[in-house]
């Protein structure tokens, strides 16, 4: 009895929550590392602020679909600085017992229920507002905590 709850127990935490594909083109999740605009994990520095979120890539353009069966919890807007319109949108979303917002992405619908692998929205065109950057999802928790553990 004491070795199947061992067992189990070494289960539950192998299954912690994983992030699935998350953009098309990119279906290992792989991440941002550097580009001449900065890095892309979590406590990166920003220009005396640290980076909040975990950066996907994604290319302009790209379907971005939900990473496992989600609930959307409407719209963000991500920038006051009105230079960096073409970008400004994102979507937050419940899921797995997490609350997280995705940056950068068009919304298919802002309500409901979305299945895991199903499309959410579309990647909007980063290179125009910042040219030659790793175009990239930016994947943050409702609480700012590091996402880096669910990839
Ligand atoms: C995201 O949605 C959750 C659940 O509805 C809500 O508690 C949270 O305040 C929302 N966060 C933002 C930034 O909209």
């Known amino acids: ?35 001449g605009w900065g890095q892309g994990h979590y406590g990166a520095g920003r220009g005396g602020r640290l980076h909040e979120g975990l950066d996907i890539k994604c290319s302009d353009g790209s379907t971005v679909f939900a990473p496992f069966d989600v609930t959307l919890n409407g719209k963000l807007t991500v920038y006051t600085d009105p230079s960096k319109a073409a970008i400004n949108e994102g979507i937050n979303l419940s899921g797995e017992g997490l609350c997280f917002k995705l940056f950068y992405v068009r919304p298919d619908r802002t309500s409901g229920r979305v299945r895991k692998g199903e499309r959410i929205g579309t990647m909007l065109p980063m290179q125009r507002v910042y040219p030659g950057i790793t175009s990239h999802v930016h994947v943050q928790m409702c609480d700012k905590s590091d996402p880096t553990r669910y990839f």
């Open 1 to 35: 009895m004491r070795r199947l709850l061992v067992l189990l127990a070494l289960l539950w935490v192998c299954d912690a929550v994983k992030f699935g594909q998350l953009c098309s083109g990119n279906p290992s999740n792989s991440r941002r590392t550097s580009d």
